[in-house]
């Protein structure tokens, strides 16, 4: 089995995915004989043994049989050609696939390095998933900086990633704990750009739902994690009473409802909602849960 699974590895007349599988195989046994394999292909501009379009990809399994083994060194080559002068003059296939490559190495770089590059790749790249697989990276190795490269993004202008403000970045902001992260989500309550508005509480009213049942809202705004939902109770309820948007009213009913569970499993009807009865009792339901610490605002 061993020497049948070297001998794949080896033999570059064999599809590449065959060959990485092998070399995964084999790790997986004990064996890690091709490991400096694996690491002249993450460190090639375009690797042979996969095409890297997307991530999650066969390549990652790959990755994780290096187990750390020089990735300093990968991310740090793969951070040289991010840099380079003619980078993102090159196709998509070559590009892509240094930028998911790092997005996946990132960690192995400081947190300065990779909040340069993270920023290069925003301002250059024409492509948001690129750049919000930079964000991902730059999330996971420090929060604090990505929420800062968050708020310095342009909202409301359609080539300037208007879509990071609107869905990406506020799954990444709500879920990061910090004083920072807590501010500005806070202040996306106010954005005078609607969809952040709604992308906003679309979070809130997706949270305590199943996939199946958040299917009904928009797709704009993912679900933020349930325990920070009560947090921002107060300005949900605010929205609801106060904002001039429909949707977000709408939006606001149904966040304050899944959080409260008052009222319970009710559809929203404006034109026909008892609001001062509603808001009566989110009133008091807010009053008697939030010295929760959980709930508390810091």
Same mark, same amino acid.
Request: hydrophobic share 30%; glycine share 4%; no cysteine.
């Given at each position: 089995m061993q020497s049948a699974l070297l001998k794949v590895a080896r033999d570059e007349k064999i599809?590449?995915?065959?060959?990485?599988?092998?070399?995964?195989?084999?790790?997986?046994?004990?064996d890690q004989s091709q490991? &400096?394999? +694996?690491?002249?292909?993450?460190? $090639?501009?375009?690797? #042979? %043994?996969?095409k890297i379009d997307e991530l999650g990809?066969?390549?990652?399994?790959?990755?994780?049989?290096l187990n750390g083994y020089k990735t300093k060194e990968i991310a740090a080559q793969l951070l040289r050609f991010l840099n380079a002068?003619?980078?993102?003059?090159?196709?998509?296939y070559e590009k892509r696939s240094v930028i998911y490559r790092l997005s996946s190495f990132g960690g192995a770089l400081s947190s300065t390095q990779l909040t340069a590059a993270t920023k290069r790749v925003i301002k250059y790249s024409k492509d948001d998933q690129e750049s919000e697989a930079m964000l991902h990276a730059l999330s996971?190795?420090?929060?604090?900086?990505?929420?800062?490269?968050? &708020?310095? +993004?342009?909202?409301?202008?359609? $080539?300037?990633?208007? #879509? %990071?403000?609107t869905d990406f970045i506020i799954y990444v902001v709500s879920r990061t704990d910090t004083r920072r992260a807590r501010k500005f989500t806070k202040r996306l309550f106010r954005s005078s750009d609607e969809r952040e508005r709604v992308a906003i509480i679309a979070g809130f009213a997706k949270s305590a739902l199943s996939p199946i049942d958040r299917s009904p809202f928009p797709e704009l705004g993912l679900p933020i994690r349930p325990d920070l939902s009560a947090r921002y109770f107060p300005q949900i309820l605010?929205?609801?009473?106060?904002?001039?948007?429909r949707e977000v009213r709408t939006l606001a009913f149904y966040a304050l409802s899944n959080i409260s569970d008052i009222p319970h499993n009710t559809d929203y009807d404006e034109k026909n909602a008892d609001d001062k009865t509603y808001v009566a009792q989110w009133q008091a339901w807010w009053k008697a849960h939030k010295a929760h610490q959980s709930y508390k605002s810091k």
């Open positions: 599809e590449g995915a065959l060959r990485s599988n092998a070399i995964v195989a084999l790790s997986r046994i004990g490991r &400096e394999l +694996l690491v002249s292909e993450f460190m $090639k501009p375009q690797p #042979t %043994l996969w990809s066969p390549w990652s399994e790959a990755q994780k049989t002068p003619n980078f993102f003059k090159q196709g998509y996971r190795k420090t929060p604090h900086d990505t929420v800062r490269l968050i &708020e310095e +993004l342009p909202t409301g202008n359609p $080539k300037d990633h208007d #879509t %990071l403000r605010q929205a609801f009473q106060t904002d001039t948007s």
